[in-house]
C-alpha cells in the first residue's frame, strides 16, 4: 500500500497555469504507474495523463499540448503541470499509483481546481 497525497490545487483565471504535486509515502522508482485523474460535477471520473515507470506518457486527448506530467523517483512524487486552463478542466484531480506486481491501487483524496474568471 502506498498513502498519496497531493497539493497545488487552487482557483485561476481561464488561461493561467498551475501545477499539481502527489508525494507518495513510500519508493515509487520502478514499480508504480502513477498518473492524475479528474471528476467533474455529475461526470464520472477520468484519466488526464499517465507516465509509467519506465514507459512513455500518456495524456486525454482535451489536454494533449496543454497539461505535462512528469515523475521524480528520488522524492517519490508525480507532478502535473496545467497551462492555458480552460472553465471546463474545472475538477476535482486525484493522484492515482498502480502497483504494476501487485495490480494494487490507490488515490489520493484529490485536490479542487476550479478555472474561472
Known amino acids: 500500500q502506498v498513502q498519496l497525497v497531493e497539493s497545488g490545487g487552487g482557483l485561476v483565471l481561464p488561461g493561467g497555469s498551475l501545477r499539481l504535486s502527489c508525494t507518495a509515502s513510500?519508493?515509487?522508482?520502478?514499480?508504480?504507474?502513477m498518473g492524475w485523474y479528474r471528476q467533474a460535477p455529475g461526470k464520472q471520473r477520468e484519466l488526464v495523463a499517465g507516465i509509467p515507470s519506465g514507459g512513455p506518457t500518456n495524456y486525454a486527448d482535451s489536454v494533449k499540448g496543454r497539461f505535462t506530467i512528469s515523475r521524480d523517483n528520488s522524492k517519490n512524487t508525480v507532478y502535473l503541470q496545467m497551462n492555458s486552463l480552460k472553465p471546463e478542466d474545472t475538477a476535482v484531480y486525484y493522484c492515482h499509483a498502480r502497483n504494476i506486481l501487485t495490480t494494487i491501487e490507490n488515490w489520493g483524496q484529490g485536490t479542487q481546481v476550479t478555472v474561472s474568471s
Open positions: 513510500r519508493s515509487i522508482f520502478n514499480i508504480y504507474t
